[in-house]
């Protein structure tokens, strides 16, 4: 059993919940293997997606994983709902509520939500990103991804490339990193990092080009451009230059080394055309796809642990 009944922060997560949480992704990856995809686990439980803010992949990758479990799901997005004609979020809530359902799937551009919607429905919430603050479901699927291409955790070599600034995926991914025991180097321009650096306690460079040679994994981070309130970097060239992924950088990656991105990949910008379209790349192994795939087996450990957590 988990020792928490939301999955709503990284830092609520003790090992032993991350331990559980990857044993059963690993039971459900099995299952996504079969002709029958699916298993009874969860028959006559009803499930809630709630997108405030658009998403295509996770919100997909939830529906999928509440299906494979025989869970009924409902997806309820911001645009489509009472938000627009000035329904409160209480309201909504009161909504919710009378439809009797067991878990909540929140996407949220506001961090304080999750934790004011729990404590006013008294459901259990898994948070499917809320702002720059936290994506924890991207986070495990991503550690799962790592455990089923290299195994081990302790002692890897990770680099987070990119927009650390606007970036859940990132917060998320350094807390659960390094609660694994891997080491973390931020590579980004000082206007892509937070002030608040020390509070990460990693270490930080400016150029791809330092890492590149030492990395196990490369986690080359989106470009946030519908988070940035201003202009971040000078010009894609200039970005290419310093913290781009190109062919010629991927050749002097390390054997059995990961590439990996939480998409939707910019093309050009943070990973080039021609690593994205090569079929036979040098070296590092681009994991993209896996991740889309891993994130459904691991959504179905997280649905299945919090509803029977109680
Ligand atoms: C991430 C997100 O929305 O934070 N994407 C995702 O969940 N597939 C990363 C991103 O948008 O850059």
Redesign the pocket.
């Known amino acids: 059993m988990l020792s928490i009944k939301n999955i709503i922060d990284i830092a609520d997560l003790s090992v032993d919940d991350i331990g559980l949480i990857l044993e059963n992704a690993d039971t459900f990856d099995e299952v996504l293997e079969r002709d029958l995809k699916k298993v009874p686990a969860l028959r006559g439980k009803t499930i809630l997606n709630l997108f405030f803010e658009s ?1 295509t ?2 919100r997909i990758s939830f529906e999928l994983a509440a299906k494979r479990l025989n869970a009924d799901i409902i997806n309820f997005t911001s645009s489509s709902s009472s938000m627009k004609k000035g329904e409160s979020i209480i309201d909504t809530i009161k909504t919710i509520q009378s439809m009797i359902v067991d878990l909540l799937v929140i996407r949220h551009s506001d961090s304080g939500v999750m934790d004011f919607i729990s404590r006013n429905t008294g459901l259990p919430i898994i948070n ?2 809320d702002g720059k603050h936290q ?1 924890p479901t ?1 986070a495990l699927l991503d550690l799962y991804t790592i455990k089923k291409a290299l195994g081990d955790f302790k002692g890897l070599e990770v680099a987070i490339v990119g927009d650390i600034l606007n ?3 990132a917060r998320s991914d350094i807390l659960l990193f390094k609660k694994m025991g891997m080491n973390i180097t931020l590579v980004s321009s000082s206007m892509l990092l937070p002030e608040n650096l020390d509070y990460f306690d990693v270490r930080v460079c400016s150029k791809i080009d330092d890492i590149i040679e030492t990395a196990d994994v490369l986690y080359m ?2 470009m ?1 451009f519908e988070r940035q309130d201003r202009k971040y970097y000078p010009s894609i060239n200039e970005y290419n230059r310093f913290l781009g992924l190109d062919l010629k950088r991927m050749q002097s990656m390390k054997e059995g080394s990961l590439v990996m991105h ?3 990949v910019n093309r050009g910008i943070e990973i080039s055309e021609a690593v994205m379209n090569s079929e036979d790349l040098p070296k590092g192994k681009i994991k993209i796809n896996e991740q889309v795939r891993n994130g459904v087996a691991t959504r179905m450990a997280l649905i299945y642990l919090v509803l029977t957590t109680g």
């Open positions: 998403s992949r996770t499917a990103g994506h991207q970036s859940r995926v981070l989106r946030q939480p998409g939707p």
